[in-house]
């Protein structure tokens, strides 16, 4: 356990800022009330709130199942809303798997789908920045 002073307050975003959602995902979203990114991971810790709240948007299940990991892992402040998708597509899906996954193997697989995806390695994050994002995990509340 980390002492009080060394954590990191979990950072909550306008649902809006979350990638990939639809225009048309966002105002079922808003008329639901749900506007952060705090809002959606408080409807949906558990399987069967997921199942509800799917059921309340009517859309699919793994839509709320991947809104919420990319919730989870903006909850981390340096990796935010512009890093999530990248982290999820990666193959991670919550912070603590982040702390897990071997750093080097992560950002190999990250480098892998910049080249695919953008066809631009420089757009990579880089070792020390995927240390800080592990560092942030370990610590956050």
Known sequence: ????GNS????????DQLPGLSSTDLKRLH????????NLLSLGH????RRILASTLETHIQ?????IALADLARIPSVGC???????HAGVVSPTQLVQTPIARLHRQM????VAMMQRRDLCPTIDQINRWVGQARRLR
């Open 46 to 49: 558990t399987p069967e709130k």
């Open 8 to 15: 990191v307050p979990s950072a909550n975003w306008s649902i």
């Open 31 to 38: 008329a639901h009330g749900i506007r952060t990114t705090f």
């Open 63 to 67: 839509h709320i199942n991947k809104w």
């Open 82 to 88: 512009q890093h999530c998708g990248l982290l999820l």
């Open 111 to 114: 480098l892998k789908l910049q």
């Open 1 to 4: 356990m980390h002492p009080p």
